[in-house]
């Protein structure tokens, strides 16, 4: 005979319960589903708005009160789920740092001069990095770590700690941060841990300072201990991945049909493996962008003295490809191109505009000054506001 106890808690299991007292199924939490209805870019923000709260309260994700200090909680669910194997991407985890909008453009919660508010702040803050980062590839919120926040007479602030993955978007990629693919291990991305101050002021929130310490996930000799398949990778101004680079470029040059050439913006990484075989050898694997230049390809100018168009009149291109060391050979390119944002044609007898490239500008020779050069095989993200090159550190 079971025990009694255990007979107590049969019995009453079988005593069928009131509609009342029966909860509704717990629904699974899923932004990503509510935004893919036909109706949702058609809606205002006010619907949009209140549907991925109802969501979220549905699952028992956020309570009744203090929204967006449980969304800042949820938003850096990855270090609650540290036990087990992090995939980079976790639907759950990505989908909890709220955008209102639909996949592409965004409306981000407000921030206000409340606590709750820290979650807000660093979805600003993670925003307004991006929108600054004018090197590199795109990252994406990984980890909230903490939010301090001090009210003031008139004002206040949050002073914010989080970590940021490197996606698989390269910054001249139009897509959102959001929508971008975070880099996996056999990638070779980066994190960034990153401190930062939002202040509100009459109701507006700006982001008063970013600083972060940016690093290559794992090193080269970590790397090599626990995945056999990964590639090492390689400093960005190494000269044979220049010459790999210079090369690939070229290349896109005579198979593409644009009507102006396109010129190297920047090596975005280099990964170097070695293939034993006879027809194998040492091998680069090369992502590089691209930006459209000025010169008509018609035009007797040489490639390399082709000034690059601004960043929003041009158009831009993301290559793949990997270059045989042994046999200066370059591979198949896997490039997506991308179109400029202002079409807006020249008036008649205007000139078209050049800008100088961020690798060639004061900004960039600053913020390598002010990052250092520990993490070479890596872009860095840069402080804000901007770095200041003093006088006397011309050759940093």
Same mark, same amino acid.
């Given at each position: 005979?079971?025990?009694?106890?255990?007979?107590?808690?049969?019995?009453?299991?079988?005593?069928? +319960?009131?509609?009342?007292?029966? *909860?509704?199924?717990?629904?699974?939490? =899923?932004?990503?589903?509510?935004? !893919?209805?036909?109706?949702?870019?058609?809606?205002?923000?006010d619907s949009k708005v209140n549907q991925s709260l109802d969501v979220l309260k549905d699952t028992g994700a956020i309570g009744k009160s203090g929204p967006w200090k449980h969304l800042f909680s949820i938003a850096g669910c990855v270090s609650e789920h540290r036990s087990r194997p992090r995939d980079g991407d976790s639907p759950a985890c990505r989908s909890a740092v709220l955008r209102?909008?639909?996949?592409?453009?965004?409306?981000?919660p407000p921030v206000t001069c409340v606590d709750d508010a820290g979650a807000a702040a660093t979805i600003l803050a993670v925003q307004h990095i991006n929108?600054?980062? +004018?090197?590199?590839?795109?990252? *994406?919120?990984?980890?909230?770590?903490? =939010?301090?926040?001090?009210?003031? !007479?008139?004002?206040?602030?949050?002073?914010l700690m989080f970590k940021l993955r490197q996606t698989k978007c390269h910054v001249s990629n139009p897509k959102s941060h959001?929508?971008?693919?975070?880099?996996?291990?056999?990638?070779r991305?980066?994190?960034?841990?990153?401190?930062?101050?939002?202040?509100?002021?009459?109701?507006?929130?700006?982001?008063?300072?970013?600083?972060?310490d940016t690093k290559a996930e794992f090193t080269n000799a970590e790397i090599a201990m626990i995945c056999a398949t990964c590639h090492g990778l390689m400093p960005l101004d190494d000269e044979t991945g220049a010459k790999a680079a210079q090369a690939a470029v070229k290349k896109y040059n005579q198979q593409n049909n644009h009507?102006?050439?396109?010129?190297?913006?920047?090596?975005?990484?280099?990964?170097?493996?070695?293939?034993?075989?006879?027809?194998?050898?040492?091998?680069?694997?090369?992502?590089?962008?691209?930006?459209?230049?000025?010169?008509?390809?018609d035009s007797r100018i040489a490639q390399e003295a082709c000034e690059a168009r601004c960043p929003d009149r041009a158009h831009h291109a993301f290559c793949k490809?990997?270059?045989?060391?042994?046999?200066?050979?370059?591979?198949?390119?896997?490039?997506?191109?991308?179109?400029?944002?202002?079409?807006?044609?020249?008036?008649?007898g205007q000139i078209e505009p050049?800008?100088?490239?961020?690798?060639?500008?004061?900004?960039?020779?600053?913020?390598h000054h002010h990052v250092g050069n520990q993490q070479p095989e890596i872009h860095q993200i840069c402080p804000f506001p901007p770095a200041v090159l003093h006088a006397g550190h011309a050759d940093a």
């Amino acid at each position: 005979m079971p025990p009694l106890r255990r007979l107590s808690q049969a019995k009453a299991s079988s005593r069928p +319960k009131s509609p009342q007292s029966r *909860k509704p199924p717990r629904r699974r939490l =899923s932004l990503d589903g509510i935004r !893919s209805q036909p109706d949702w870019d058609s809606m205002d923000l006010d619907s949009k708005v209140n549907q991925s709260l109802d969501v979220l309260k549905d699952t028992g994700a956020i309570g009744k009160s203090g929204p967006w200090k449980h969304l800042f909680s949820i938003a850096g669910c990855v270090s609650e789920h540290r036990s087990r194997p992090r995939d980079g991407d976790s639907p759950a985890c990505r989908s909890a740092v709220l955008r209102y909008g639909s996949p592409g453009g965004g409306h981000f919660p407000p921030v206000t001069c409340v606590d709750d508010a820290g979650a807000a702040a660093t979805i600003l803050a993670v925003q307004h990095i991006n929108e600054h980062h +004018k090197h590199g590839y795109k990252f *994406k919120l990984d980890e909230a770590q903490a =939010s301090n926040f001090q009210q003031g !007479s008139d004002r206040c602030h949050f002073d914010l700690m989080f970590k940021l993955r490197q996606t698989k978007c390269h910054v001249s990629n139009p897509k959102s941060h959001e929508d971008c693919e975070v880099m996996s291990r056999t990638d070779r991305g980066a994190l960034a841990t990153c401190n930062s101050t939002v202040e509100v002021v009459g109701g507006v929130a700006h982001i008063v300072s970013h600083n972060c310490d940016t690093k290559a996930e794992f090193t080269n000799a970590e790397i090599a201990m626990i995945c056999a398949t990964c590639h090492g990778l390689m400093p960005l101004d190494d000269e044979t991945g220049a010459k790999a680079a210079q090369a690939a470029v070229k290349k896109y040059n005579q198979q593409n049909n644009h009507l102006h050439y396109f010129g190297l913006m920047e090596i975005s990484q280099l990964q170097t493996y070695y293939i034993p075989s006879p027809t194998g050898g040492t091998f680069l694997r090369l992502e590089f962008a691209l930006v459209e230049t000025v010169c008509p390809k018609d035009s007797r100018i040489a490639q390399e003295a082709c000034e690059a168009r601004c960043p929003d009149r041009a158009h831009h291109a993301f290559c793949k490809t990997r270059y045989r060391i042994n046999g200066e050979e370059v591979g198949d390119l896997d490039c997506e191109l991308y179109l400029p944002k202002d079409i807006t044609p020249l008036a008649d007898g205007q000139i078209e505009p050049a800008c100088v490239l961020f690798h060639n500008s004061q900004e960039d020779a600053a913020c390598h000054h002010h990052v250092g050069n520990q993490q070479p095989e890596i872009h860095q993200i840069c402080p804000f506001p901007p770095a200041v090159l003093h006088a006397g550190h011309a050759d940093a």
